[in-house]
């Protein structure tokens, strides 16, 4: 498609619990990437795909969270046993190559996590 | 390392006035730099880009100018309207993906 599609819209989980959120990129795109936007807006890096193998994960915090991007699907971000801290909205954005001077991101609408 | 330093906001403003945004950078390299918008519920639209230095990135009646002297690219439109209310934020990129955004900066402008 010609945007990025992130589902579910709103998400909310009880302490403990396991979330999953998915993104389709933009066809064509090769690149993945997935952001946590917290309070006052700041954008933290989680991890960025090319296809299907990761490409950076610096971000991601190992211990709960994991993504996947498998050919024929969505991508997704899981996080395992959610805490009060996770609560956020996650965009997934994709980009067409890895030249930032004429591949810009592409961002989804994200998903609002609730954690209560 | 790589920074984004964005003037915190909100700015608030009456229609027709003039924006600047403030933005400094601390980059190592040649980035390409970005001025994404967000408006509420949505993910981040680019706004516009500029490549190298001296480049004029410009849309929408929005300018930037990549200083490299002043390692700057402040946002700027001469007359806003109400439909500009949004967070901006500005980003480096440099290849293979690798972007760093600022915090954002809420922008209001009333009628």
């Known amino acids: 498609g010609e945007e990025v599609a992130q589902t579910p819209k709103h998400l909310v989980r009880g302490e403990g619990q396991k979330a999953k959120l998915y993104c389709a990129p933009i066809k064509g795109h090769s690149y993945v990437f997935w952001y946590q936007q917290v309070l006052k807006n700041e954008f933290k890096f989680l991890i960025s795909f090319q296809n299907e193998n990761v490409f950076d994960e610096t971000g991601m915090p190992k211990e709960r969270f994991s993504a996947k991007c498998l050919p024929n699907s969505p991508c997704s971000l899981e996080i395992q046993a959610t805490k009060l801290e996770d609560s956020a909205v996650y965009f997934c954005?994709?980009?067409?190559?890895?030249?930032?001077?004429?591949?810009?991101?592409?961002f989804g609408n994200g998903t609002r996590l609730t954690v209560t | 390392g790589n920074s984004v330093t964005q003037m915190e906001g909100p700015v608030t403003l009456s229609e027709e006035a003039f924006l600047t945004i403030n933005c400094t950078y601390t980059?190592?390299?040649?980035?390409?730099l970005f001025w994404y918008v967000q408006y509420p519920g949505e993910g981040l639209q680019l706004l516009l880009k500029a490549t190298k230095a001296d480049d004029k990135g410009s849309n929408k009646g929005f300018e930037a100018t990549y200083r490299k002297e002043t390692t700057s690219f402040h946002l700027e439109k001469g007359s806003v309207q109400v439909s500009d209310s949004a967070v901006y934020f500005c980003?480096?990129?440099?290849?293979?993906?690798?972007?760093?955004f600022g915090s954002g900066t809420k922008l209001n402008v009333k009628p």
């Open positions: 954005a994709s980009s067409q190559t890895g030249q930032a001077w004429n591949s810009p991101l592409h």
């Open positions: 980003a480096l990129g440099y290849n293979f993906n690798k972007f760093y």
């Open positions: 980059a190592t390299g040649y980035p390409s």
